[in-house]
């Protein structure tokens, strides 16, 4: 009996041990979307990822230490708890090639470029639930569903009507992408983060004056941005589509600083991830370098006189009682030191 359940015992763990999954388990599916991965190097600090994404916590922005040679670099960090991959960070990633990526759906694929229209349709097949409106809607037949399942855009028959993108019930599973001027578009949203920022900036004393349970709202004409925004791009048409896209999903976070307040307690240097905040024992005084700094708001959580105070902005492109289009922004004062208090 010994030798038999010896013999057994072999047989088992040969077997354990020579297993192997099928393959058809593991391999993963062409609609698999990852984990965004970063590369760090083609960062440029331009914090889109953190406003476009839909999970709290989920991206930050960190900076590596300054050496002899160079400065550190900026680049974003993912925090898988939080991530639900909905790849909405590489979407909005302006730059060429992509410091974050996380499946060919957000890529414009190589075969685009050859197209001669000026805007490129593509489906987004982790967003796409398959309703097939979009096939309906198209007058010429570019859409078809393939062996997989997949709903696609033939680019070759496809006429760039828009039709499908108006009938799409999902935001962000038709994208509408221009092909052309990739540069340029990147010039014109940079524009616009730094027009709206110094625009705000200047509010310096409603700011301050900003109580925590109240809101500030403003609005100015678009064509302040606008006719600036067409010495980049001449295409009225592209112009007010990158404009109306970046304005309305735009959240910029503004530290505001008075140094009339502040007690030169230092507590704020050693707290800030980046080094931007140092003591100038020269003029006895804080200074914010504010091309390092990332809004984090961590000086200001750490700041126990309200010398920092920490806004978010937001933006949205309407019409006035006149048909003229104007951009509207609304500013609150952050809570977040009665959020951590309270936790």
């Known amino acids: 009996m010994w030798y038999i359940y010896d013999f057994a015992r072999k047989a088992w763990a040969q077997g354990f041990t020579n297993a192997k999954t099928s393959p058809e388990i593991v391999e993963k599916p062409s609609r698999f979307r990852n984990f965004p991965n970063v590369i760090k190097e083609y960062c440029i600090g331009c914090g889109a990822c953190i406003s476009s994404c839909p999970s709290p916590n989920a991206i930050k922005l960190v900076r590596d230490e300054d050496d002899e040679t160079k400065e550190g670099v900026t680049y974003p960090i993912i925090n898988k708890s939080a991530c639900i991959r909905c790849g909405f960070c590489a979407e909005v990633c302006p730059t060429e090639p992509k410091t974050l990526e996380c499946g060919e759906n957000h890529l414009l694929k190589p075969e685009f470029n050859i197209i001669p229209s000026k805007r490129q349709f593509i489906i987004d097949d982790y967003l796409c639930i398959r309703c097939k409106k979009c096939m309906k809607q198209c007058p010429v037949g570019a859409i078809h569903v393939e062996d997989d399942g997949k709903v696609v855009v033939n680019p070759f028959k496809c006429i760039s009507c828009g039709e499908c993108l108006d009938v799409c019930p999902v935001n962000g599973a038709m994208k509408g992408v221009f092909v052309d001027n990739i540069q340029d578009q990147k010039e014109l949203i940079a524009q616009v983060v730094t027009f709206l920022e110094k625009y705000i900036n200047n509010k310096e004393e409603d700011l301050r004056a900003l109580k925590k349970d109240r809101l500030l709202q403003y609005n100015f004409p678009l064509s302040d941005i606008f006719d600036k925004a067409l010495e980049i791009i001449s295409d009225e048409e592209i112009a007010l589509e990158i404009l109306t896209n970046a304005i309305n999903r735009l959240k910029i976070r503004i530290i505001d600083w008075d140094s009339e307040t502040c ?81």
């Open 263 to 343: 007690k030169k307690c230092q507590m704020c240097i050693p707290d800030c991830p980046t080094k931007a905040i140092s003591f100038d024992e020269k003029n006895d005084t804080i200074v914010r370098n504010e091309n390092k700094c990332l809004r984090c708001s961590i000086c200001y959580q750490s700041c126990p006189f309200s010398t920092i105070k920490y806004f978010i902005s937001k933006f949205s492109l309407e019409e006035d009682e006149n048909g003229e289009k104007i951009v509207n922004v609304t500013v609150k004062a952050s809570n977040l030191n009665e959020e951590v208090i309270m936790g």
